[in-house]
């Protein structure tokens, strides 16, 4: 579905991305995961056209989107998430997803009723008419998801999700989007909390100083010996134990 | 959109207001009947022709302050510069007035589409700069366009202005009575104020206030934030220059300072920010609080003192209502109804 060749991102006098490739195929799940500053977010903005890559190229559906910016390829499909969320504070939750929803070319109470129903669906319909700015963390990260799929977005780029979730929120995440996999959702995940992105991961990509250091299912990953030496520190023994190792986060 | 300025009302609350609204509903169509009747007939209501005169500048300020809202408080692009659109609605139909006796009527639309254009071009260069750069670029175009009204003297006369002659009626915008004034500047507010309200309710409003709120949010749910932001530009702008008009057949005098100079943009601006920016009300309740205490205390105080209590007096008002007097108001009345409810 997407496809990621040989990225590079110069800032000044600063490699940020140098040459990575991998491609993620419809309906899995991919890890991206790396030390703080490896460039996972960087790479983010890449796909989703916040920034221009120096040289590569990126294709959804074998199409190169590189000429494409942001809204363009929200509309082709890219839904995204921030790191630190970004909600639109002084609207409600509804008009928060109403706005995404009316990007699709839904009239304003076509868009209300797209955004009730996902609203519904993330369970944030009894705070709707709420300022976004006063909802918890846990329910602006949701409220970021909502808005990213009312735009009817088919590969989703989430950021950090579970970054700042207790535990029983972390599952609440995890079932969600598991759920939406099911239905046919694609991901592109950057993940800390080890744990939950080895459960969840169908393939894990490993960045590390902005190149790319490994890729492989997530046991391969949690055994690779250099990813453990520049990022794990020890080999994380079972994706599924209680003790996790999200130390990095 | 409703409540883009409340304080996160609760659910609980939210149901009760919408009960209260229900209740009130005839009675929000026998107020609206009689502020129209009021508004009607207000000019003559009023002691003398000092008061009929602020009443008109309150229209054509607040008109200005809306328009310039359009653009900074629904999208957020700050602008410092709006004078410069004033002065091209003022000039553009005083001059095809004078040159070519072409109504003020007409000349208006022909000044709003040279503005409206202006403000297409400007916006289309300086909408990707973000914050106090954005800023700067719209506080030096007003400069340019400044200069140019002054230094342009085949085509503006320079400082020495334009003068309106005075030939009277309808079809030249042109009135003895200052009360017809009025009726032309409510006309010029319902206009802006209505297209406010029109896109409060539209696909364009949501996509300006997310604009405003986080950029790259709105981008990434799939707006065309540079497209939306030079549109909201480009409306403001024609906005301001069809106010401009009105200003100068009230004024029936114009030249570069009194139309395009940097205090007239910060007064625009101040005007939608002591009112309260990014709501349909606000710049016209500005207008209402600012003009009138400027020209009392004038007349009061004169000059020197009369701008340091004013001055003083602004800050006050700016501590007390960060977010403007109409959102201040609304707080306000909602406390006091949720105390009444209380007690009851």
């Known amino acids: 579905m997407l496809t990621v060749s040989e990225v590079t991102v110069d ?10 490739s991998f491609s993620v195929g419809h309906e899995q799940i991919v890890g991206l995961i790396g030390p703080n500053g490896a460039g996972k977010t960087t790479l983010f903005n890449v796909v989703s056209g916040m920034i221009r890559p120096t040289g590569g190229a990126v294709a959804l559906e074998d199409e190169d989107i590189g000429h494409l910016g942001p809204a363009d390829r929200s509309r082709r499909g890219i839904g995204r998430t921030f790191q630190i969320v970004k909600p639109f504070g002084n609207l409600t939750v509804r008009d928060n997803v109403v706005v995404a929803a009316l990007t699709q070319g839904h009239s304003v109470p076509q868009a209300r009723r797209v955004a009730d129903e996902q609203l519904e669906r993330l369970g944030l319909a009894s705070g709707a008419d709420t300022l976004a700015r006063g909802l918890p963390l846990a329910s602006r990260k949701r409220l970021e998801l909502a808005r990213a799929l009312a735009t009817d977005a088919r590969l989703l780029l989430l950021d950090e999700m579970m970054g700042g979730l207790t535990p029983t929120e972390v599952n609440d995440a995890l079932a969600l989007v598991r759920e939406l996999n099911e239905e046919g959702m694609t991901f592109l995940i950057i993940e800390h909390n080890m744990k939950a992105i080895m459960q969840l991961a169908d393939r894990i990509v490993v960045l590390n100083q902005g190149a790319k250091l490994a890729e492989g299912s997530p046991q391969e990953i949690a055994h690779h010996p250099e990813v453990v030496a520049a990022y794990l520190g020890e080999p994380v023994e079972d994706a599924s134990d209680s003790e996790d190792a999200d130390g990095a986060a | 959109m409703a409540d883009q300025t409340g304080a996160g009302p609760a659910v609980a609350e939210e149901t009760t207001a919408a009960a209260a609204a229900r209740r009130w509903g005839p009675m929000r169509v026998v107020a609206a009947l009689a502020i129209i009747a009021v508004l009607l007939v207000f000019p003559y209501l009023l002691p003398s022709g000092f008061w009929v005169d602020m009443a008109v500048q309150v229209l054509i300020w607040g008109a200005l302050a809306s328009a310039w809202n359009l653009s900074a408080g629904y999208a ?55 914050g106090p750069f954005f800023v700067l670029a719209t506080l030096a175009f007003g400069f340019v366009v400044h200069i140019l009204a002054v230094n342009l003297r085949d085509l503006t006369r320079g400082a020495a202005g334009l003068v309106i002659p005075f030939d009277g009626g309808w079809e030249n915008m042109l009135f003895a009575s200052l009360e017809a004034y009025w009726y032309v500047g409510l006309g010029l507010v319902a206009v802006v104020v209505g297209i406010t309200l029109w896109l409060e309710r539209s696909r364009f409003g949501y996509y300006l206030t997310a604009i405003r709120e986080n950029e790259d949010a709105a981008r990434s749910v799939g707006v065309k934030v540079v497209r939306w932001k ?37 007064q625009i601006a101040l005007i939608a920010i002591v009112g309260g920016m990014g709501t349909a009300f606000g710049p016209l309740l500005g207008a209402v609080v600012i003009i009138p205490l400027g020209e009392v205390l004038r007349a009061e105080l004169g000059g020197g003192p009369s701008l ?35 007690s009851a």
């Open chain 1, 11 to 20: 800032f000044v006098g600063l490699r940020a991305v140098d040459q990575v």
């Open chain 2, 76 to 130: 957020g692009g700050l602008s410092l510069g709006h004078a410069a659109f004033l002065g091209v609605g003022a000039y553009t139909s005083t001059l095809l007035f004078l040159e070519l006796d072409i109504s003020p009527w007409l000349g208006m639309f022909a000044g709003a589409g040279v503005a409206g254009l202006l403000g297409l071009v400007l916006g289309a260069i300086t909408l990707r700069l973000r």
């Open chain 2, 308 to 342: 340091m209590v004013y001055g003083a007096l602004l800050v006050t008002i700016v501590l007390a209502a960060p977010r403007g007097a109409l959102p201040w108001l609304q707080q306000l009345v909602r406390a006091a109804r949720r105390r009444r409810e209380v």
């Open chain 2, 230 to 266: 030079i549109v909201a530009a480009a409306l403001s702008a024609a906005l301001t220059a069809v106010a401009g008009t009105v200003y100068a057949q009230f004024v029936q005098y114009i030249d570069p300072d009194s139309t395009t100079e940097f205090e007239l943009s910060v």
